[in-house]
């Protein structure tokens, strides 16, 4: 570990763009986290959740010991019963009994040992990863493509191109560092133009030239019928289909068969032929075209053929292999791309290497493995049905949260249930998983373990520690190779630290490769420990060819097809497994909101993060919110035919009428009804086994309960017993819940008095009460110190919260103006609300914003930014700021 005086090169922890970090720690306090401006991913950006790692760092809610049924044990005995349970399944139900399923937040040293232990010693490939829920289609569609998966562009194509078109990818929130380097390339280079393919008009549309709102899941149709378009207006490159290429006639009659004319696409879109003809022309006449896509088209029961249809029309007009053009999957986790290089699907193996006699015995052979995996194992859908088959005993779940994230996930709940062992490892001590594991393990978290990881780009960057070990936690690897010991495996798994295993699997990458297999380390083969600590972000391939890496493939216009050539795809669309109907007339779609990740097990401990989307939303077209009774801020169920959903109502012009989107992250940990993966069915591509996320027909209905209520402590209290609805949120110094319940009780002194264990004699009480009102509004005190707020009614309409939550961060017993305004919940003369987060990298709220807007005659989003500081730091908030801007303008022309 590099000194502290001196910054501590690593990588975010979050998305796939992979952004660099400096880290410094002089002190004990906690440590000063910045972009690194010479890392080539981010080059000193950061996003709202990368500027607010450190506050995500505390051992509170940690998992710091090993258990066993609730209790600590033992790393000894713990590992003893993990090899003890993989065993007897093993016995009973042969090598395919047992299963891992792993995390593209892990480190590719982790991955690799998981995958090599079960595909080598235990002889199954049950080992999969969630990373199969957001990339694999990508990862099938580039195979078939160009036989092996391998992305062929960096991000410097991005700023080289003269058109980016962004499909199914909301850029601005789920890529953000992206996305701010496509707005600063717009602002040096107008002529630089953007196309955003969405069905909603998501915040990257806010850089678009043009939106196409097409109706979700006919991306594969817009595709097809821009190949026919390239064909019909002379825009294909003929010479190179005919040296390089197979398969584009099927292609194109494949496409024509589908949707002939244009205007056959477009009603199949419900896009305008004039804005659909005007994409295809610009795409036509501009050569330098990067095309990202992300899970809009991937989350889909075709998106392996949605992700053909796109590379289809840059194989037909030769445009990849070459600055500013290709094909471009933007992955979704830090590591999802380690993932893949070391085997972590379930269908191929280590360094890129098939299920084939050929690759088989190759990996057999570097690894000496006792027991040679012959055939792929169960997909993650798959897997859950062999657990409820009882096919499989014996699980190991690594640094995710399948609970939440696999669709139909109470079905899923329901086989877990049925494993005779589940172990889990994990950094923190409650998950949904965690609370069905027999056998939890305490794993090391980002800032505590070393390794690497690779992003979108093909790039490798070293994650570094820089936090002393906490508690008994250890590596993910380690744990893994303790337990392949105890197996009877310790030969072959004796190491001594993440170096070694990346030298292991670098050399596994150049054996009998001979330059034909796309993952090649093979001039990172003899790093010693040293070198492996400094090693530089590195693109592969990496060759004595190529020791500086390989920024951008196939410029040679070589494919790792048998013969060489790339391949386009007949592709005829299919539309979505399930469609609406009378009773469930609606389509949901699922995502990501700007500030969250995942299941929130990270960014759930940011109070900054926390404040932009505090629960789980509901966002809905006017005229829906009109025809079924919505009200903006209210609380609607949203029903599938496999579960409910209970959220806030937000109407949005942006989303697009019959869709709604609710976002993904929410759990019963944080919420009492806010799993979006409830109601997803468990339909997935037959080619890459990736869930159908994106088109799940629904119904909504508005929810009226009769009391709604937010409260405010200090202490974490249960309050489901309380409350039909409840959301737990983060605050600096307190946690917030907002409440509601259809039944209330019938004394809300008492109830407040054991929620808030108010009944010791330091408590002081200040209560309010009006029964015909159905009101209810109490403050705990102590010492003078605000401890706690409780404030009910009978409707949603409540006093803001900005200002009580405030009182908070205040050591000092309120002041007398501040005890007097307590319970109107608004502030006293010279104190101001804030209002919800815009600006979370800034703090900055919308009433600050709405006042600076009004009283300074703001005019511009730089001028908010000169005069608050808002959008000034990652930028991600600006979209929003020139919406707030736009409107507050509007209301003020309007009077």
């Not at 055939?375 to 690594?398: H, M, N, Q, S, T």
Request: aromatic share 8%; charged share 20%.
């Amino acid at each position: 570990m590099a000194n502290h005086s001196d910054p501590i090169r690593t990588t975010c922890p979050y998305c796939g763009v992979g952004c660099g970090l400096l880290v410094s720690q002089d002190t004990d306090a906690a440590p000063t986290i910045k972009g690194d401006p010479e890392h080539p991913a981010n080059l000193g950006r950061l996003c709202s959740k990368g500027s607010a790692l450190g506050e995500t760092l505390a051992l509170d809610g940690r998992l710091l010991y090993p258990q066993v049924d609730g209790q600590r044990y033992s790393w000894e005995s713990t590992l003893d019963r993990v090899a003890q349970a993989m065993r007897e399944a093993i016995r009973t139900h042969g090598p395919d009994g047992v299963a891992l399923y792993l995390s593209g937040q892990l480190l590719t040293e982790d991955y690799y040992v998981a995958n090599k232990l079960m595909k080598g010693f235990i002889g199954s490939a049950n080992v999969d990863t969630n990373s199969r829920l957001c990339m694999s289609s990508a990862v099938a569609a580039y195979k078939r493509a160009f036989g092996a998966d391998a992305v062929p562009c960096s991000y410097t194509d991005l700023e080289q191109a003269d058109l980016v078109v962004l499909a199914g990818s909301n850029t601005a929130w789920c890529h953000p560092v992206i996305y701010q380097r496509l707005v600063r390339e717009k602002q040096a280079r107008p002529a630089l133009r953007i196309v955003v393919l969405d069905p909603r008009r998501t915040d990257t549309c806010d850089i678009a030239d043009i939106h196409l709102p097409l109706r979700p899941g006919t991306d594969a149709v817009l595709f097809n019928g821009l190949l026919c378009y390239l064909a019909d207006h002379d825009h294909l490159d003929q010479a190179y289909i005919d040296a390089h290429t197979e398969g584009f006639d099927e292609a194109l009659a494949a496409a024509r068969a589908a949707h002939p004319t244009l205007d056959a696409v477009a009603a199949a879109c419900e896009l305008k032929p004039a804005l659909l003809e005007r994409f295809y022309s610009l795409f036509a006449r501009t050569e330098k075209v990067v095309t990202a896509w992300s899970q809009g088209l991937n989350q889909s029961s075709s998106g392996t053929d949605k992700g053909n249809a796109l590379i289809n029309c840059h194989l037909a007009t030769g445009r990849l292999g070459k600055p500013g053009m290709g094909p471009f999957s933007l992955t979704g986790q830090p590591n999802a791309m380690g993932g893949r290089e070391v085997g972590g699907l379930a269908n191929t193996l280590a360094a890129h290497m098939e299920f084939n006699s050929a690759d088989i015995e190759r990996v057999r052979r570097f690894w000496n493995a006792a027991a040679m995996a012959t055939r792929p194992g169960y997909k993650a859908l798959e897997l859950v049905e062999a657990i409820e088959a009882g096919k499989v005993r014996f699980l190991w779940v690594l640094g995710t949260n399948p609970l939440v994230s696999l669709p139909d996930n109470d079905r899923v709940r329901r086989a877990f249930a049925k494993l005779d062992t589940l172990v889990v490892s994990d950094c923190v001590d409650d998950t949904d998983t965690l609370r069905l594991a027999h056998i939890r393990l305490p794993a090391l978290a980002w800032g505590e373990k070393s390794g690497t990881v690779t992003n979108s780009e093909r790039r490798i960057s070293r994650q570094r520690p820089f936090l002393p070990l906490p508690g008994e936690a250890r590596a993910d690897w380690w744990a893994l190779a303790q337990v392949a010991a105890r197996l009877g495996f310790g030969h072959a798994f004796a190491y001594r630290n993440a170096a070694e295993i990346f030298s292991e699997h670098a050399a596994l990458s150049a054996y009998d490769n001979h330059d034909q297999r796309d993952f090649d380390l093979s001039a990172l083969t003899q790093l010693d420990t040293e070198a492996y600590d400094a090693l530089q972000p590195i693109q592969w391939p990496v060759t004595p060819r190529r020791p500086h890496g390989t920024p951008r493939l196939f410029s040679d216009a070589r494919f790792y097809t048998p013969n060489g050539r790339a391949r386009l795809l007949p592709i005829t669309p299919r539309p979505p497994q399930q469609t609406c109907s009378a009773a469930l007339p609606l389509t949901l779609n699922t995502g990501r909101v700007r500030d969250h990740w995942h299941t929130l097990t990270r960014t759930g401990r940011s109070a900054r993060l926390s404040r932009h989307v505090l629960e789980p939303i509901i966002q809905v077209e006017p005229q829906d919110a009109d025809e079924y009774g919505l009200v903006d801020g209210t609380l609607a169920r949203v029903e599938s035919a496999h579960g409910t959903l209970v959220g806030r109502v937000r109407i949005d012009p942006a989303q697009r009428r019959g869709s709604l989107f609710v976002p993904m992250h929410w759990n019963d940990v944080f919420a009492s009804q806010g799993r979006v993966g409830a109601l997803i069915a468990a339909h997935a591509d037959p080619v890459s086994g990736q869930p159908e996320s994106k088109q799940t027909p629904v119904r909504i209905l508005p929810w009226s309960p009769s009391w709604h209520g937010f409260l405010l402590t200090r202490e974490a209290c249960t309050v489901a017993e309380l409350s039909g609805y409840w959301v737990r949120a983060q605050g600096k110094g307190y946690l917030r819940y907002e409440l509601a319940g259809e039944q209330a009780p019938g004394d809300w002194a008492a109830q407040a008095r054991a929620l808030l264990g108010g009944k010791a004699p330091q408590s002081e009480w200040i209560e309010y009460f009006d029964v015909a009102r159905q009101t209810y509004r109490a403050a705990r005190l102590q010492e003078g110190r605000l401890q706690s707020t409780l404030f009910i009614g009978h409707s949603a309409q409540l006093p803001p919260r900005d200002w009580l939550e405030g009182l908070f961060s205040s050591a000092e017993p309120l002041q007398h103006a501040q005890r007097v305004a307590l319970l109107s919940g608004l502030p006293p003369r010279g104190e101001e609300e804030r209002g919800r987060t815009i600006c979370a990298c800034g703090s900055v709220g919308e009433a600050t914003l709405r006042k600076a807007i009004l009283e300074q005659g703001l005019d511009s989003v730089e001028a908010i930014g000169a005069a608050t500081g808002a959008g000034t730091h990652c930028g991600s908030c600006v979209p929003e700021l020139r919406r707030l801007l736009a409107e507050v303008r509007g209301a003020q022309s309007a009077a």
